[in-house]
T-cell receptor
């Protein structure tokens, strides 16, 4: 499968624990995005990488959230000291460089439940 | 800040009926508009984008800058069109997307 992959697909954790999600983009794609989706809402942008550089972060991304993309390949999203409000689907997407209007290819998402 | 509004949470039609999913946006610059679709148990995928001016699976959407709308239309709905549809906007020169809340389309036989 050459699509975007995410791991794990589901995560249940207790409040206060740290969690880390991984995203593997389509191999030739330079851009990688993280979104969060809660029930009844569309995906909300969190952060975006072009190669290994993190170019934009949403105000939604509190200090407890950190994302990395070492070597411009896979990316990780870590949430420290999780809160119940962090429960959501975390989506990763990738796209080739081509300016605005390029297609973003989404992964299946990681569903997080914080108890 | 930019915003995308999809006023209908659910749109239910019979097979063969025309479909129009509404999308309105607010953005002061020149946006790029998209429709993404999520079928049951599948990942989110691009349906169409305004710059391509194409018809995909019989769906079309026209960007109306005067009304700041990008409604999705199909003349004859099919059962396989049942899915969640999201309208999305990217700011000119930036690639991140702002999504609406989505409209669930249910096509009954």
């Amino acid at each position: 499968d050459t699509g975007v992959s995410q791991d794990p697909r589901h995560k249940i954790t207790k409040r206060g624990q740290n969690v880390t999600f991984r995203c593997d983009p389509i191999s030739e794609h330079n851009r990688l995005y993280w979104y969060r989706q809660t029930l009844g809402q569309g995906p909300e942008f969190l952060t975006y990488f072009q190669n290994e550089a993190q170019l934009e972060k949403s105000r939604l991304l509190s200090d407890r959230f950190s994302a990395e993309r070492p070597k411009g390949s896979f990316s990780t999203l870590e949430i420290q000291r999780t809160e119940q409000g962090d429960s959501a689907m975390y989506l990763c997407a990738s796209s080739p460089i081509g300016g605005a209007g390029e297609t973003q290819y989404f992964g299946p998402g990681t569903r997080l439940l914080v108890l | 800040a930019q915003r995308v509004t999809q006023p209908e949470k659910l749109l239910s039609v019979f097979k063969g009926a025309p479909v129009e999913l509404k999308c309105n946006y607010s953005y002061s610059g020149s946006p790029e508009l998209f429709w993404y679709v999520q079928y049951s148990r599948q990942r989110l995928q691009l349906l169409l984008r305004h710059i391509s001016r194409e018809s995909i699976k019989g769906f079309t959407a026209d960007l109306n800058k005067g009304e700041t709308s990008f409604h999705l239309k199909k003349p004859f709905a099919q059962e396989e069109d049942s899915a969640m549809y999201y309208c999305a906007l990217s700011r000119g020169g930036y690639s991140t997307l702002t999504f609406g809340k989505g409209t669930m389309l249910l096509v009954s036989p």
